[in-house]
């Protein structure tokens, strides 16, 4: 059972969380500002926050870079806000996942296990880390697919070991490129593109139809 932190200054929308969240067995604690969604946080016990960017007090993305710099917690973004500037921007922050209002709430639900299971598996980073079919071992640097070993480039492997670790969130280009790449090379999407395209025909069954890699248009990639 986990405690989901719900912080909108909707009365409507922190009902509706409740709900979904009660279905699925969690426990939803709600916050109708960020003043009280940092004391929240802050009382600790919060397993992941549902965080809307429009609030009375504060900027959201404002508050998003406090509640990481509080603790270490997964944060998803649920706004109208649909440009996609605001969600990379939102992503480069350290949320894992932005939901567009209005939302569906089974979708809402899988995106949050899915936080849920990456908060775990950033503990081995240094190790082995499993995804779906994907078994990558960072130290030697081995990588397989359905116990098929793939022999990756080091760049592919710097790739695929960061969309490991991220647990299937969302990784934008820009965090992509600076971690792979360096601070100098943020803007050179096309540097990505080649390696995803490199990794796509090693690891998918049908690279034209990918199933593991995913796209998010204009903003980056994650594992399904």
């Known amino acids: ?30 916050a109708p500002d960020a003043r009280a969604g940092l004391a929240a946080v802050g009382a600790g016990g919060i397993d992941a926050v549902l965080l809307d960017l429009g609030l009375p007090d504060r900027d959201g993305l404002e508050l998003l870079g406090a509640l990481r710099a509080l603790a270490a917690v997964p944060v998803i973004v649920i706004s109208a ?5 605001e969600k990379v921007a939102a992503l480069d922050l350290g949320a894992v996942d932005y939901v ?20 775990g598996t950033q503990a081995g980073r240094d190790g082995i880390l499993i995804h779906g079919p994907i078994r990558l071992d960072r130290s030697r640097h081995d990588v397989s697919v359905h ?9 592919e ?20 490129l600076e971690s792979v790449w360096g601070k100098a090379h943020q803007h ?7 390696v995803i395209r490199a990794l796509r025909l090693k690891l998918e069954d049908d690279p034209s139809q990918p199933r593991l890699i995913r796209n998010e248009p204009g903003i980056g990639y994650r594992l399904d």
Do not use: N, W
């Open 100 to 119: 567009t209002k209005p939302f569906d709430g089974d979708e809402l639900l899988a995106r949050l296990r899915v936080a849920l299971r990456g908060a």
């Open 81 to 85: 806000r649909a440009d996609v500037q």
């Open 1 to 30: 059972m986990s405690r989901i932190l719900c912080i909108d200054d909707e009365a409507a929308i922190l009902r509706l969380l409740t709900v979904i969240l009660q279905r699925d067995g969690h426990v939803a604690v709600t």
């Open 188 to 194: 050179d999407v096309e540097y990505l593109r080649v």
């Open 147 to 155: 116990d098929r070993p793939v022999a990756l480039t080091p760049r």
């Open 157 to 176: 492997f710097a790739v695929l070991a960061e969309l490991v670790a991220a647990g299937g969130r969302i990784l934008t280009h820009g965090a992509l």
